[in-house]
């Protein structure tokens, strides 16, 4: 049986620059594949790759057996691929609900009636803890909620892969604790998840898998445990020994105290 998501040799030039370069990697059903590494290291341009945004790139990108090249951004996201951005922006003139009604209007494959959408869009904001918000204008959260929004727009779409751009950046740790329950609750729904994400004892306690990558290409495709003791991950990313194992627990061992 085929993985969900399988990359093959994918490459993203800028110029004379290969942002991505030859990476290739898979994704099961139902799988979370951590990708970490250093700013500039490709993993946006990666999704965006995936997601329809960077067009011109060269190699393989297949989801459920079909190729994604020269797809646009639209087609990819009825296929079942949604996405979160680093930076949320939501459509501040519309309500926190609207803003998720968008997606269940507009980014399912099939017609779907505003009562329906409406319905969809309030038990979604229930599973990221917005449901007492829904009619507040978008533009009135704040930055943590903000993230929140942003999962619950690409939620409306119902995919089954879901690609999450650093959704725990500048929250707190209890603020971490609590976007890690939300991811868990996703992945039990059966969609699976690609997470670039800084935060490391997030990729450690949830990933099933993390790939690393170093100037645009993989220099590790492993368990999280194997990389936390990869003395190149540690070199290329981590910077020392001492600051992984703080920041890094044992996957199962539960939150690490904050810091």
Do not use: C
């Not at 500048?170 to 994400?197: F, K, P, S, W």
Request: proline share 4%.
């Amino acid at each position: 049986m085929s993985a969900l998501l399988e990359a093959r040799n994918v490459t993203k030039r800028y110029g004379n620059l290969a942002a991505v370069a030859g990476v290739s990697f898979e994704l099961e059903e139902g799988e979370i594949l951590g990708l970490i590494g250093p700013n500039g290291a490709g993993k946006t341009t990666l999704v965006n790759v995936i997601t329809g945004t960077a067009p011109g790139w060269t190699g393989d990108v297949r989801f459920r057996g079909r190729s994604l090249q020269r797809l646009r951004p639209h087609r990819i996201a009825r296929l079942g691929i949604a996405r979160s951005f680093q930076h949320a922006k939501p459509f501040a003139a519309l309500s926190v609900v609207e803003n998720v009604m968008v997606g269940a209007l507009y980014g399912q494959g099939r017609r779907v009636r505003t009562r329906a959408a409406r319905a969809l869009s309030l038990e979604i904001l229930e599973q990221v803890g917005l449901v007492d918000k829904a009619d507040l204008a978008a533009d009135s959260l704040i930055p943590a909620e903000r993230k929140q929004l942003e999962i619950a727009k690409a939620l409306a779409t119902e995919p089954a892969l879901l690609l999450l751009d650093e959704v725990m950046a500048g929250l707190n740790a209890t603020e971490v604790d609590l976007a890690l329950e939300l991811i868990r609750n996703i992945q039990e729904r059966g969609v699976a998840i690609m997470m670039i994400e800084h935060v490391m004892r997030a990729i450690a306690t949830i990933a099933d898998r993390v790939v690393v990558l170093h100037h645009g290409e993989k220099i590790l495709d492993a368990p999280p445990a194997d990389v936390l003791s990869d003395e190149l991950v540690i070199g290329a990313y981590l910077g020392t020994r001492s600051r992984l194992l703080t920041a890094m627990p044992r996957r199962g061992d539960g939150p690490a105290p904050a810091r």
